[in-house]
């Protein structure tokens, strides 16, 4: 059974840094080395939304117009980890994280979508204060 899990949220002030990490256990270590490891997030009232992905067969990523250039995601897929290093945080960035992981590949067109991921973390809280 696989479970995947976040870390690394908290509260910070506008304009810095936090890191988060996820992990996914419970998989062999080449579960997903073909599939996609992603980040969501849902602040109070709205639904959630793409952040970010890495798609492991094709070392592909992919990031939201809202975090481009401020958040950056990195892995290793032999350990089913995925990293989630956000910069130059803004208020609008207050959320909870989630971290999505899928064994097989993924078609371009779905790897935004919360549908396409089977399995996801329980979440970690981001609050950023101006």
């Known amino acids: 059974q696989v479970q995947v899990e976040e870390s690394g949220g908290g509260f910070v002030q506008a304009g810095g840094s936090l890191k988060l990490s996820c992990v996914a256990s419970?998989?062999?270590?080449?579960?997903?080395?073909?599939?996609?490891m992603a980040w969501f997030r849902q602040a109070p009232g709205k639904e959630r939304e793409f952040v970010t992905e890495i798609t492991w067969y094709d070392r592909r990523t992919s990031y939201a117009d809202s975090v481009k250039g401020r958040f950056t995601i990195s892995g290793d897929r032999t350990k089913n980890m995925v990293y989630l290093q956000m910069n130059n945080l803004e208020t609008e960035d207050t959320a909870v994280y989630y971290c999505?992981?899928?064994?097989?590949?993924?078609?371009?067109?779905?790897?935004?979508?919360?549908?396409?991921?089977?399995?996801w973390g329980p979440g970690t809280q981001v609050t950023v204060s101006s």
């Open positions: 419970g998989a062999s270590g080449g579960t997903f080395v073909s599939g996609a």
């Open positions: 999505a992981a899928h064994p097989n590949r993924l078609a371009l067109s779905t790897r935004r979508f919360p549908s396409a991921y089977r399995y």
